[in-house]
């Protein structure tokens, strides 16, 4: 009868067996890892995303204007802010390079009449010369000073009408509209006396018949509002590259702003 073989694995058997089993471990847990770690890279760049895109979403909402919500008739050559820029011809246009001088106004402000009287002439010098780009804002803030007609509204929807349908004629029916402009607590001109004023600056009969339609009313109120939320409470405002002007610039005073436009490389 032969005596069964001792098959009991030896010391070093025992030791190579351990070795290997802890290495299978080690490398199991050094793959659960690198999962871990894949999975929480790919939820931190996830969240990075987000981030990002709802930064962008939350900057793109704080840049819009009321104007840029505003889905009602907006004439043409306007900007989201309610500007209509001038350059050196028509409205809608800008002098590439030049400096950007915003006008906020009320036709039936009188200060804004005393700043047309006061800079006009130069504003269109710069503006032929390629020198400066003008943006009219065209505000009705006085609209309970005309008893009752809108005199503000009316004017300033003629004045989006003209920049939209004859933009060569916009400045010269701005200039018109304060050579003849009526005092506050007044009605105003007539719509009738407003199509003249637009006639005689270039724009055709068919257009100006067209102002009593009030086609940019509602506009005319939302480019109000929007300058208000821009910090603009009165007219006439006056800002160069997006800054006011220095109350220390008297515009009323004939030759200061066009001195001041000098100081700041406009013209020179």
């Given at each position: 009868?032969?005596?069964?073989?001792?098959?009991?694995?030896?010391?070093?058997?025992?030791?190579?067996?351990?070795?290997?089993?802890?290495?299978?471990?080690?490398?199991?847990?050094?793959?659960?890892?690198?999962?871990?770690?894949?999975?929480?890279?790919?939820?931190?760049?996830?969240?990075?995303?987000?981030?990002?895109?709802?930064?962008?979403?939350?900057?793109?909402?704080?840049?819009?204007?009321?104007?840029?919500?505003f889905d009602g008739a907006t004439p043409a050559n306007s900007d989201s802010s309610?500007?209509?820029?001038?350059?050196?011809?028509?409205?809608?246009?800008?002098?590439?390079?030049?400096?950007?001088?915003?006008?906020?106004?009320?036709?039936?402000?009188?200060?804004?009449?005393?700043?047309?009287?006061?800079?006009?002439?130069?504003?269109?010098?710069?503006?032929?010369?390629?020198?400066?780009?003008?943006?009219?804002?065209?505000?009705?803030?006085?609209?309970?000073?005309?008893?009752?007609?809108?005199?503000?509204?009316?004017?300033?929807?003629?004045?989006?009408?003209?920049?939209?349908?004859?933009?060569?004629?916009?400045?010269?029916?701005?200039?018109?509209?304060?050579?003849?402009?009526?005092?506050?607590?007044?009605?105003?001109?007539?719509?009738?006396?407003?199509?003249?004023?637009?006639?005689?600056?270039?724009?055709?009969?068919?257009?100006?018949?067209?102002?009593?339609?009030?086609?940019?009313?509602?506009?005319?109120?939302?480019?109000?509002?929007?300058?208000?939320?821009?910090?603009?409470?009165?007219?006439?405002?006056?800002?160069?590259?997006?800054?006011?002007?220095?109350?220390?610039v008297n515009f009323y005073e004939p030759g200061t702003l066009s001195s001041y436009?000098?100081?700041?490389?406009?013209?020179?």
């Amino acid at each position: 009868m032969t005596t069964p073989k001792n098959t009991k694995p030896t010391r070093e058997q025992r030791r190579d067996a351990a070795r290997a089993q802890a290495e299978k471990l080690r490398q199991e847990q050094a793959a659960r890892e690198r999962r871990s770690r894949n999975i929480l890279l790919g939820v931190l760049a996830g969240v990075v995303v987000l981030v990002v895109a709802a930064g962008i979403w939350i900057y793109a909402e704080s840049q819009k204007t009321l104007l840029d919500e505003f889905d009602g008739a907006t004439p043409a050559n306007s900007d989201s802010s309610g500007g209509i820029s001038v350059g050196a011809t028509a409205a809608g246009t800008v002098n590439e390079g030049a400096s950007d001088l915003q006008v906020y106004l009320d036709f039936m402000c009188p200060y804004c009449g005393m700043f047309e009287d006061a800079n006009g002439s130069d504003l269109d010098t710069l503006r032929s010369s390629g020198d400066l780009t003008v943006t009219y804002h065209l505000l009705a803030n006085l609209d309970s000073l005309s008893m009752g007609t809108q005199y503000s509204t009316r004017t300033a929807n003629a004045a989006a009408t003209v920049a939209s349908e004859a933009p060569d004629a916009f400045v010269p029916f701005v200039e018109g509209l304060f050579a003849q402009q009526p005092e506050e607590n007044t009605e105003g001109l007539t719509d009738d006396e407003i199509a003249q004023i637009a006639v005689d600056a270039g724009v055709p009969q068919e257009v100006a018949d067209t102002f009593t339609d009030g086609t940019y009313n509602e506009w005319v109120a939302v480019a109000t509002q929007q300058a208000k939320r821009e910090g603009v409470s009165g007219t006439p405002t006056v800002k160069l590259d997006g800054k006011t002007l220095p109350q220390t610039v008297n515009f009323y005073e004939p030759g200061t702003l066009s001195s001041y436009l000098a100081e700041q490389g406009v013209g020179g």
